[in-house]
């Protein structure tokens, strides 16, 4: 698994523009084999992450070089961020808990003592 982490900065006015054009590369990003998902986050700050996670390097360099993300990123370095940062990572280890999917917990037994 490959993790991308895509923190940014908008430039003010570039705000309606980029959401524009985050709604037409977003399907074709998706359509990428190998693309598992995405989630996107804004801080109080403003920063803006994006985590993306893929089942392969190979499939971040199919996105990588998509001939509409290629204009997208000369979009973004010329007209929308003010600052970015692209981090790909390898996932080392994975853990997840869903309590809606977790089995029943077992009866907790009291425990007994040898000494009264």
């Not at 961020?81 to 996932?91: A, D, E, G, Y």
């Amino acid at each position: 698994m490959i993790l991308v982490a895509f923190r940014s900065r908008l430039r003010p006015e570039a705000t309606d523009a980029y959401a524009t054009m985050a709604q037409q590369i977003g399907p074709l990003a998706m359509a990428v084999p190998g693309y598992v998902s995405h989630k996107a986050y804004t801080a109080p700050d403003g920063e803006r992450v994006t985590l993306v996670e893929y089942e392969s390097e190979d499939a971040v360099r199919l996105w990588s070089r998509d001939r509409q993300h290629a204009l997208a990123k000369k979009a973004g370095h010329a007209e929308f961020f003010s600052w970015f940062r692209i981090q790909v990572c390898q996932v080392l280890r994975e853990r997840s808990h869903d309590a809606a999917d977790a089995r029943p917990a077992a009866p907790v037994r009291p425990a007994i003592s040898r000494y009264y």
